[in-house]
């Protein structure tokens, strides 16, 4: 058995050498962050770098305010800048929202991983592939990580950036598994543009309650738990659907490859797609939208990205907040100390709902909401038209020239409507047991 063992620093266990387990965004980010700042990083992956990772590839372009080092360095991968949003409702309702800045950053995965990777051995982290992490085991004073093909790997801490299945969170008790009703399947190709072309490659298309499969509630009302996209990119199209799961397992009676067969279809028909769907392409994968884990992490193991469920539930984005997750668990072990290993997991706690935890536990509220009656989404697509002031203000968030916060304070105040559902969907997760209230939502503000 072959064992890597990091040596302790002499400035204590935690300031020192660090594993961090999956090199997607959130891995990779934690990675470099802790090699700028000089400590030994290890980056294990089970796979080889490049590897894809199925995705759409949309990034609000507030990411490079957030990582102002990227801007530079995307200029060595296809990229495509969007500042064009075609949404659309259930019933047909539709809106087209222009920025007058890009709003959006388009890649593929993998370029966009395999630059980020590079980024953190070029900061000086080390990366092992092939290290597929079976076992994990808190001891007091180190974590031990077992591989499939034997190695064991040991450290003062772990950031365990694994992904929606993350082991380790389901080792060390962290994460039994997602309900069904807090994650989403995703089906999705990506395909080139010369075999698979959407018709208007500067506009985000994207189809909220879309799908098929009677309401769930009798009413008529409810809408499918779903969406669907087209992403355009430089060189590329993806395409996809995705579903609640618990959604998709009562109410789709079809196989995922039929779902976007169908769908390729019905847009073709429409002239928004042209071309032919390729089977090899297409990759179904689930998405964690039912907020952050109330407990991202304990002990010496933090868990970032995907693993802890950093996803906006509203509308499925997570690589970013892979990316600021990864940064502060990172940060969260820089600043740590022998005597403050007791507090690392709740000051990352605090400090993700600090920077994203009222965004991300807003999104599943609305998500929830939305979903819930077609007639909602109607209005907010329709809303969205005319109400340009708040338009605005979304747009400027995903530009990243204003904080969540602040948007989110001018918007409630423009709709006091809104603010009231808001206030009314809290009390009533806080008040009713999790069946009546229809809901599971877990918040890292919780
Ligand atoms: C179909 C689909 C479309 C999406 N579209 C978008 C989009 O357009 N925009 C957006 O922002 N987000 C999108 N998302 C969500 C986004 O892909 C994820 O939120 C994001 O990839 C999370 O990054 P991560 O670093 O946490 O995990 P991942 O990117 O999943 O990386 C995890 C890494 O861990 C490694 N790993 C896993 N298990 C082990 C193990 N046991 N041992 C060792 N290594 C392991 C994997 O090989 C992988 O490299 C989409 C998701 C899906 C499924």
Redesign the pocket.
Known sequence: MTRFRFVMSSLGPLSGPVLV????????TAARTLAVAGVPVCL????AFP?N???????SARVLRRFPYLEHELGSIATHHVSRLYLEGPRGESTLLKSDRPAALMIR?VEF?HLLVSLALAAGAELVTG????QARAEPDRVVLD?RDGRRFEAPSVIA????????ARRLGLNAGWPATSVAL???EETPRTTLRDLDPSTLWVAYGAGRGPATDGSGRRAAEGYA?V?PKRDHV?V?I?YVLSYYRQSVDEAPYDVQLGLIDALRRRGVLAGESVQRNF??????VGGPLREPGRGRVLL????GG??NGFT???????MVS?DLAARAVLDSSPDSLPTLARRYRRACHYEIGAELRDSVLLQRYLFADCRRIARVIEGAGCEQGITRLVLDLAVGTRGYRDVRRRVLARSPLLAGRLVWERIRKKVLPEGRAGTRIRTVSE
């Open positions: 387990v999956g090199a997607g965004p959130a891995g990779a294990l992956d089970r796979s590897r990772k199925p995705c759409g590839g949309g990034i995965r991983d290290a597929e992490i079976v591989a950036a694994d992904g929606v299945h993350s082991v380790i995703d089906m999705m996209y992403f993806n996809g995705g990759t179904p994968f689930l998405i964690p970032a990205g995907d693993a950093f996803v499925a984005e997570g690589i970013y907040y892979a990864g």
